[in-house]
């Protein structure tokens, strides 16, 4: 079962008012006193109230005086630099929750722009949007070109380094892409040059029709037609 959260308001029954004094005053000297044992830090605590004659210290009156008189041994400016009363404590409060509410309305609208945005890229009609949701809607557009425009330049930049890669190994080996990863490939030695051109002559012997273009009793000049006119462009051959 959850705890229902405490209103932060004067309590005005006062049965219920005297009841939580010493609820929270039994919590707060032994949260006090968790503090000082577990991090080994000076620390005391006075408390006044309507319902007692005396004030109620802890760790006792030598060491309030104690921890006291350490702390008037401090500069002034030292002394309020960390020091926080009810109020401040509020306005402190007041102004976090503000951050948050004003980071919270913020990102709720760059929601709520960035649906109007793709929603017009599905032909919905700007015609029911306000001056302000264009605004916002043209600098949600100018946010997502720069991201795009972001992200081109570093592609780029990835292809001009692997162009360099590719350069740079070109003297001694191929660069070839094997699972995402660069790895330099060996060029072929002479013997498998020699073995590969072999290859490729015997090749040719086998099947010599398909080099000089025999069709039965016919034969294709391989580099010109039946009128002896040849294919290459006057240009280059005239």
Do not use: H
């Not at 991090?39 to 104690?66: H, M, N, T």
């Amino acid at each position: 079962m959850t705890r229902k959260k405490v209103e932060l308001a004067y309590i005005t029954n006062d049965y219920a008012r005297k009841a939580t004094f010493k609820k929270r005053k039994k919590g707060l000297m032994k949260k006090v006193s968790e503090l000082s044992t577990l991090c080994g830090i000076d620390a005391c605590a006075i408390l006044y109230s309507p319902y007692d004659s005396q004030p109620e210290v802890w760790p006792s009156s030598l060491g309030v005086q104690r921890v006291v008189a350490r702390f008037k041994k401090m500069p002034g400016m030292e002394q309020s630099k960390k020091m926080v009363n009810q109020e401040s404590f509020l306005r402190q409060r007041v102004a976090k929750g503000n951050e948050q509410l004003k980071k919270q309305r913020k990102d709720n609208r760059e929601k709520e722009i960035t649906r109007v945005m793709f929603q017009c890229l599905t032909g919905k009609d700007l015609q029911t949007l306000n001056i302000v949701d264009i605004f916002d809607l043209g600098w949600m557009i100018d946010q997502n070109l720069k991201e795009i425009n972001k992200r081109i330049e570093s592609l780029k930049k990835e292809a001009q380094s692997l162009a360099a890669a590719t350069a740079t190994a070109a003297a001694t080996g191929q660069l070839i892409i094997k699972n995402g990863e660069k790895v330099l490939e060996e060029k072929p030695t002479f013997d498998t040059m020699d073995a590969i051109q072999g290859q490729q002559w015997f090749i040719d012997l086998v099947n010599p029709n398909e080099q000089m273009g025999f069709f039965g009793d016919d034969m294709m000049l391989p580099f010109g037609d039946a009128n002896q006119n040849a294919i290459w462009p006057n240009g280059f051959f005239p």
